[in-house]
């Protein structure tokens, strides 16, 4: 059964937003810097990626500036429950 976060499929992202959103189910949140390492691009394509993610309605901003981190805008157990 397809994974989905608020009704968008996981399937339908790119790799890059594939591999932010697995390090976020496993790791709980994630910034741009660790982005940066987990897609291998530079902080402004990691940055450009979690926006499109927000956007979208998967993720979710938290904090502003050096301290802001991206969770999912769902709980770890609604995305288990709908494998």
Do not use: H
Not at 8 to 28: A, C, Y
Not at 50 to 66: D, F, H, P, R, W
Not at 70 to 76: A, E, I, Q
Request: net charge positive; proline share 1%.
């Amino acid at each position: 059964m397809p994974i989905s976060v608020n009704g968008i499929l996981i399937d339908n992202l790119s790799l890059q937003q594939k591999l932010i959103v697995q390090f976020i189910v496993d790791n709980g949140q994630i910034t741009s810097c660790q982005a940066e390492t987990v897609v291998n691009v530079k902080q402004r394509r990691a940055r450009a990626i979690l926006k499109e993610l927000v956007n979208q309605g998967i993720l979710e901003q938290q904090g502003a500036y050096k301290s802001t981190v991206y969770k999912l805008n769902c709980t770890k157990k609604d995305i288990s429950q709908k494998q």
